[in-house]
């Protein structure tokens, strides 16, 4: 099947710094990829839409100046959390398509911000 | 996208068979149902995907009735690894995949 990375897997930063997260489809090129959020207990959230060459889309409520996403080419998208606050931390895992839509996942990134 | 809703948890034991429904009642034509597994601290992991009737793999059966607007997820004879998150979900296929996902059932899966 579909394989998608993520990387890093884990991160912590101080408050007021930046993370990059970079997802991978790794066997499959995928024009579209999705970035997720998930806190403790909860289902997946929907974060934004990341469309190879032109700009993503972001879901009501998500703040595309915080939230940075590039899909610079058909195997890779980023995903920076500028300033990150410690309400920023959270469980992020991306997703890229496949056959009938089908989406994989990657394995998520925990990040805390102290 | 249709809105899928399933039961917030159900317990089974070991071997025996669990079956997890899931209503979509605006499930549209060109909508599919998948099913995703997640572990804690893990992304969801794919296990099955149909569009009507009867879908089986190695893993999982997915029986869809003809008016599509539920479907079932059987697991066959499950086992202590089986307990873990599962979601339902629909989505378009000409909308490049995007879904909304659900609450999810927790399932555990006692000794």
């Known amino acids: 099947g579909a394989v998608v990375s993520q990387h890093p897997s884990r991160v912590i930063c101080k408050s007021g710094t930046s993370v990059k997260i970079e997802c991978r489809s790794l066997?499959?090129?995928?024009?579209?990829m999705f970035w997720y959020r998930q806190f403790p207990k909860q289902s997946l959230m929907l974060m934004a839409t990341s469309n190879e060459g032109s700009k993503a889309t972001y879901e009501q409520g998500v703040e595309k100046d915080k939230f940075l996403i590039n899909h610079a080419s058909l195997t890779l998208s980023t995903l920076t959390v500028t300033s990150a606050h410690p309400e920023d931390s959270s469980f992020y895992i991306c997703?890229?398509?496949?056959?009938?839509?089908?989406?994989?996942f990657g394995p998520g990134t925990r990040l805390l911000v102290l | 996208l249709a809105k899928t809703t399933q039961p917030i948890s159900m317990d089974s034991y070991e071997g025996q068979e669990v079956n997890i429904t899931c209503s979509h009642n605006n499930i549209a034509t060109n909508d599919y149902i998948t099913w995703y597994q997640q572990f804690p601290s893990q992304g969801p992991r794919f296990i099955i995907q149909?569009?009507?009737t009867k879908v089986t793999n190695e893993v999982a059966s997915l029986f869809i009735p003809a008016d599509r607007k539920s479907s079932t997820l059987s697991l066959p004879r499950v086992s202590l690894s089986d307990t873990a998150v599962y979601y339902c979900?629909?989505?378009?296929?000409?909308?490049?995949?995007?879904?909304?996902f659900g609450d999810g059932t927790t399932l555990t899966v006692k000794p």
């Open positions: 997703s890229a398509g496949g056959f009938q839509e089908t989406q994989y």
């Open positions: 149909g569009y009507k």
């Open positions: 979900l629909v989505v378009r296929n000409t909308n490049a995949g995007k879904s909304t």
């Open positions: 066997d499959f090129q995928a024009t579209t």
